[in-house]
């Protein structure tokens, strides 16, 4: 099953009753291709609550969280605490809040025994392969200079995606791999699938829409498409990952 | 009037059904206390939704808010957010969370825009005086080594508050000064009031009590009786402060 | 006596063979106008010890402490180290090094035991007048969008420089403030001393110069005819500051 | 060839002519077991040229690195200038300066391209693993709850260093891997070998011991005799490791 996974950020429409909004008009496409697509939704911490309350057909991430347990932190957001708020993963390492290799190990140990599941994001192919050998569920890669650019990664640098796959391969069979940075069009998430990705991280293209329903559908759709366009032996392989 | 303030940090009880608990007994008293102590409630920021739903006598403050606007900013939470999820306020600076002079200033200056109040911690009478000169509503004066430790900074040491009073009153007469740091008892609460402040700001002698309401109240009823206790002039002079 | 502060950055020319013999230049022309200008040179912690031994008529500070005392600090530069490797004082919170509120009081207090003069940075007249509460040596006024820029902020943003010098005068008399940000040429300086500061803070301008010693010539004469083309009630006011 | 690696850190002995006379002393034992044991020799940034041109027989490794290019960078100390400096190497990420996984797959490009040697610090085997993937030359494993207590890994935690050893090698044939943490006497370096890494990297115990030369000659004999005493195959592994 491939990965649609929306980074809310922190847009003037990612909290509050647009962010819910969004949310909800993800969810009902997640529910019309339920069992084909995942759709994974992450807004900011302060909406966990109010939007994993409210979907049903599509998973809550938290955007972040601190490497820190239970304790005496101010201002931190810990894994106990968007677990409890009603997140099943978190993604960590996005290049707007990088952690330290430490960190990045810490907070996967913890998901594991919370049960959450876990999205790193990586900069390049030797970063993704490195992280891999930390076994994370989901893995994206996303050159910063591509992000929020509209100038899709799998266009500009599709050697960039290749390249992950062939290294994070080579460490990790299982990890879903998903190219984020760009991601504007369902053309765009077509050739995520075909450089041997599991899927997309897409946060502008949603958030900023004038429509954030009909991209959401059109990027749903391209990832079927581009699923259904795989050989078969593929496709399976494509299905095993995410089993 | 005087501050009790209770910061609820990421403690086991900081979140969930428990942190709900503790601020509707915190609210509680504010309610048979309302007129004569300000309660603020700093629950974290998952939690300001549902806390800030649940109480009408208190004033909920974020315990962090991150120093951005609106934009591609993943795993924020920035000052916007925690408005709309019900925050009166936010604190920032403390300890166990500092800031970069020029983010205080500017979370300081968009607090104002958003008409957040704000409460600003300092780790000794120095860096208090400083930032008093960027107005904001409520300081804290917290030694780093006495938090957690259930040791008064009132009682270890006095000359940090006398200090902190002294130097910010040259500076600055509106900013209300808390004292923080090992706050553990009623006593405590008096001798802060004492020393010249005007409230406190505590966390593990409530979050971690056996029977938080209890301590809260103890807390809440040693400010009142601090403030009775007080010459007549220095009382109008607190409440000079608040008006 | 007015200052000219050379930041010497990471450049190319900012260590090796071409820092020394920037500072040598600088260190010609210091001497040409001692008792009337004061040169300041700022190579890496790297080069200090071969700087401050190749100069007799500059002072050579640190571009950056970190805000710890001795002990088990792995890739530290302590106040300690660069006083002993023969600096006479600390540059800090430069905007590409900014420090936390509580380490700018913390290096402050160090560099006053250690005898080591100080210069610390600030974006905003906000920021200038909180700084200037914690009595450093030398405060520069930066608005961090114009360094490297070329456009002096003396032009861009004359009031931010106005505003700096109105607000920490009202709480600090005796800190020298320097324009920073987009200082190239001597009109610079002029324009910078006339808005009433006692000095420049530059980097690129020297460091990135077909000639160093040329631009470095024609700033200290712009301050020198800048004092003199002063009010002599004035000049004295800036003779004042230094003494 | 197995390695003494010498972290000077902060302390009152790591600057100045006390750090040289260490660093001579370093040396001479270098001079006369040269060609059995490699002595690297960490000194502080601003000590690096004048340790470097004082020694002959030892390597100098910086103790950071920043993360960044030359350009405009205030208070940083980047790879180009220590070896400018006299560097041979570089070590990062150590616990006392831990860095991003992109940061230090990002000086790890950059040392490469500049000639310069890596060693690489980790907490867990996990993060070993991880950081082998991105081929420094050499890994240190240090829990950092035994840095400085003289309590050395290889005694309280033999199976971090075994699991370490277990989990690189199976991803990286190459990286020569180092003992740390609490590493005091002779016989902790013996143990660090027969757990099968390739030397060890101390701090406290050289540079705060009454005398130093003894306690690196102690450590390197305790590396000469635990290369004799293992079984002829594991020397010759030893030494392809080095080769």
Do not use: W
């Not at 995942?38 to 969280?65: G, K």
């Not at 594991?112 to 030797?126: F, H, I, N, S, Y």
């Not at 949603?206 to 954030?212: D, G, L, N, R």
């Amino acid at each position: 099953m491939y990965v649609l996974a929306i980074n809310f950020k922190s847009y003037k429409t990612s909290y509050g009753s647009r962010a819910l909004s969004i949310a909800k008009e993800a969810d009902s496409v997640a529910r019309e291709y339920s069992g084909l697509v995942r759709v994974v939704l992450l807004p900011p911490a302060t909406e966990i609550v109010r939007i994993a309350s409210a979907v049903s057909f599509s998973s809550v991430f938290a955007q972040h969280v601190d490497p820190v347990d239970e304790g005496a932190y101010t201002g931190h957001v810990t894994a106990e605490m968007i677990k409890e708020a009603g997140a099943a993963g978190i993604m960590i390492n996005h290049s707007e809040k990088r952690l330290r290799i430490d960190e990045i190990s810490f907070i996967l140990g913890k998901a594991r025994k919370l049960g959450l599941e876990t999205l790193v994001c990586a900069d390049t192919p030797e970063v993704a392969a490195a992280i891999s050998v930390l076994s994370p569920h989901m893995l994206a890669i996303e050159p910063p200079e591509l992000i929020g650019t509209g100038i899709p990664v799998s266009k500009a640098k599709p050697e960039v995606v290749t390249g992950t796959v062939n290294k994070v391969r080579e460490l990790n069979k299982e990890v879903l791999i998903l190219t984020g940075a760009g991601i504007t069009t369902g053309d765009d998430v077509k050739a995520a699938i075909r450089l041997g990705t599991q899927g997309v991280l897409v946060a502008s293209a949603v958030m900023k829409a004038q429509e954030p329903s009909k991209i959401i559908k059109e990027m749903t759709e391209s990832l079927i498409k581009a699923l259904d366009s795989l050989p078969p032996a593929l496709q399976d392989g494509g299905e095993g990952l995410n089993a």
